[in-house]
């Protein structure tokens, strides 16, 4: 049984970077004045803790909980803004920090601890998070600010930003402002340099050449004229060969 297709809609469309949810306790809720309560399982969206998207229980598959639903929309999100990770909202590890986070596993990251109201910048954070294990590292030199570049940003992500294959791409999408929009999201655009670089320098896949044409022979049909290759006669004397 899938997702009801409002539901999906819903989280796709909320603006919010990571889509990253977390469980809530079960609702009863009146949807007929003339019926009793019923059920739904409600979820919360991790990084603004105001969107509380939900679905009646008789519409779940069979004995989803609050956790499995937040999950599959996490990941359900996260594949179609094309996250390789997202995390978000409040961690407990070491002493515990506030972190939003997504990678595209190209060296980009999009990152925003404010809410920790510290001095601690947002890569910092992010190397915290590495190092408490709420998130892994592509390479060891990830745990070295030395390697990082940032840049603020806003963006909103009603809609998917894609691809994303490079820092460039983020910054040209109107989804993107440099200055504070309602709707949109306050964000660090990180780089980690080794890996932005070979990104950059790889640029877009290019295609493969096609191969040679088969050359044709006696009894072959021509693919251009659709004539059959046979001994063909000449004004004077004869080929061999199609219409074409």
């Known amino acids: 049984m899938a997702l ?3 539901l999906l809609a819903a989280v796709e469309r909320h603006s919010c ?11 009863q809720v009146c949807i007929d004045p003339a019926q009793a309560l019923v059920p739904t399982v409600p979820v919360c969206c991790s990084d603004c803790l105001n969107f509380h998207p939900a679905a009646l229980v ?4 069979l004995g989803m909980t609050s956790y ?12 179609l803004r094309g996250y390789k990770w997202a995390t978000g909202g409040y961690h407990t590890a070491g002493t515990g920090f506030w972190l939003n986070a997504a990678y595209y596993g190209n060296g980009l990251f ?14 910092d954070m992010l190397i915290e998070a590495f190092q408490h294990g709420v998130v892994q590292p592509d390479d060891a030199r990830m745990l070295d600010p030395s390697y990082y570049t940032s840049e603020l940003a806003y963006i909103n992500m009603s809609r998917p930003i894609l691809p994303v294959r490079c820092k460039q791409d983020l910054l040209a999408s109107p989804q993107r402002s ?5 709707g949109f999201s306050r964000v660090s655009i ?14 877009p896949p290019s295609a ?6 088969r050359e044709l022979t006696l009894g072959d049909t021509c693919p251009t004229c659709g004539a059959v290759v046979m001994e063909r006669p000449l004004f004077s004397g004869t080929f061999v060969g199609c219409l074409c």
């Open 4 to 6: 009801p297709a409002a």
């Open 17 to 27: 970077f990571t889509g990253c949810y977390r469980s809530e306790s079960e609702v």
């Open 58 to 61: 008789s519409l779940l598959p």
């Open 68 to 79: 499995a639903l937040a999950n599959a929309l996490t990941a359900h999100v996260r594949a």
């Open 110 to 123: 999009l990152v925003d601890a404010a809410r920790n109201r510290n001095t601690r910048t947002d890569v």
């Open 178 to 182: 440099a200055t504070p929009r309602q």
């Open 190 to 203: 990180v780089e980690f340099q080794p890996l932005a670089a070979l990104a950059s320098s790889a640029g």
């Open 208 to 213: 493969k050449p096609a191969p040679p044409p």
